[in-house]
């Protein structure tokens, strides 16, 4: 008979054709199962092909419970990597922060501290006696190509929803040193304006944090807008409504406005390809295992998968005839028996492997060796010190 390398197309896909480990494998492969089957005694009605077809599906589950685990560990440090033509397949990645910083970005939006997006100053032209102005209708874009326009119409069509208003500037100017009312006033000015070391005349030397002039000012700038000044707003809907209502030249002009559009996911303030990159499990760029890097325990779950397939496939072909006649008796066919048998022996193989393999994701490696080290520490108080002169740590 011809061998697995002699034969056209042995194999529907052709994933491990080219594979010498597999072709050595797959021509063993057609006598282990037929022995198991019993075609020594009754023959057994499978070809050399369909034999070879299960052996490819076999390894092809291999390949995907042992892609499924790492896909589970693995797949927060490669989203948004290219899917272009590479193959993270029996590769070990870097632990990245990417996933997390990524996650973390809306939060330094909010705080305007940086994040994927960008606010824009606008402005609204008070009036006279109005009080009431509306955010969509009123503001107007500042500067740029678009300025004078109102803001909420130049936005692209899709893109029009609810604006966020970042900062309003309508308070009192406050001198700029009321806030510095520490006893470093002196020795600040004279370090900053004349170049001298931070010290007085009475030789008392001063070394103040400058997070303390910092904390200070946002008190004092708090209180004095509060306490002091009758210049104050609310957002109320749409509507954006000043005290007190604008009738001096002092109150009218301009009253200026940070605005930020709302927040599209896929179109961020700068260009990012990772968007089209690795997004999911469906496309984490892996292929088949290569038969030859499959270790011996590997392979022999993959010949027992072989097996449970040929059955199943066996009790198909007899289920098409349950009896078939002979001289005086009929002759009745286990079909329905080798097919129920198959699927047993396929779904214990499936769920002993994900059981193995959910123990083998990292997190449940981190938590074993963690466990491990935490046992090892307890041993070692038990060590007794040799002639008292050691010192155990643990």
């Given at each position: ?382 060590i007794p010190m040799p002639l008292g002169k050691s010192i155990t740590i643990g």
């Amino acid at each position: 008979m011809p061998s697995f390398a002699n034969t056209i197309s042995p194999t529907p896909f052709g994933f491990f054709d080219s594979d010498n480990t597999f072709q050595q494998e797959a021509d063993g492969m057609v006598t282990f199962v037929k022995r198991k089957l019993g075609d020594d005694v009754l023959s057994v009605e499978l070809t050399r092909k369909e034999i070879w077809a299960c052996f490819e599906e076999a390894s092809c589950e291999y390949s995907r419970l042992i892609h499924e685990t790492k896909i589970s560990s693995e797949l927060t440090n490669v989203l948004g990597l290219s899917t272009g033509s590479q193959d993270f397949t029996n590769k070990y990645a870097q632990q990245t922060l990417e996933f997390l910083l990524r996650k973390a970005e809306p939060y330094a939006t909010e705080a305007y501290i940086g994040g994927s997006y960008n606010a824009t100053m606008c402005y609204v032209d008070l009036v006279n006696g109005q009080q009431d102005y509306d955010i969509y209708s009123d503001v107007k874009v500042l500067s740029g190509s678009a300025a004078g326009q109102v803001y909420h119409s130049t936005l692209e069509s899709g893109s029009k929803g609810k604006l966020k208003i970042v900062e309003i500037f309508h308070f009192e100017p406050l001198a700029a040193q009321t806030f510095l009312l520490n006893a470093s006033n002196v020795t600040n000015f004279l370090a900053t304006n004349f170049n001298y070391e931070s010290y007085v005349n009475s030789t008392v030397f001063y070394v103040l944090p400058i997070f303390e002039d910092v904390l200070r000012r946002g008190m004092l700038e708090s209180a004095f807008r509060v306490r002091r000044s009758n210049f104050s707003y609310e957002v109320l809907g749409s509507k954006l409504r000043i005290y007190p209502i604008p009738t001096t030249d002092l109150q009218l002009g301009k009253l200026y406005i940070k605005l930020m559009p709302p927040h599209d996911p896929y179109n961020p303030l700068y260009t990012d390809d990772s968007i089209y990159g690795i997004s999911d499990a469906s496309n984490f760029p892996l292929g088949n295992l290569p038969f030859r890097s499959i270790n011996q325990p590997g392979r022999q779950w993959i010949r027992q998968y072989t097996l449970a397939l040929c059955k199943e496939l066996l009790g198909l072909i007899r289920s098409k005839f349950q009896n078939i006649p002979i001289p005086n008796a009929d002759l009745q066919l286990n079909g329905e028996a080798l097919v129920s048998q198959g699927r047993e022996d396929k779904d214990k193989l499936i769920t002993q492997m994900k059981e193995f393999l959910a123990n083998m994701t990292h997190s449940k490696l981190l938590e074993s060796d963690a466990l491990a080290a935490e046992n090892l520490n307890k041993q070692l108080r038990y060590i007794p010190m040799p002639l008292g002169k050691s010192i155990t740590i643990g």
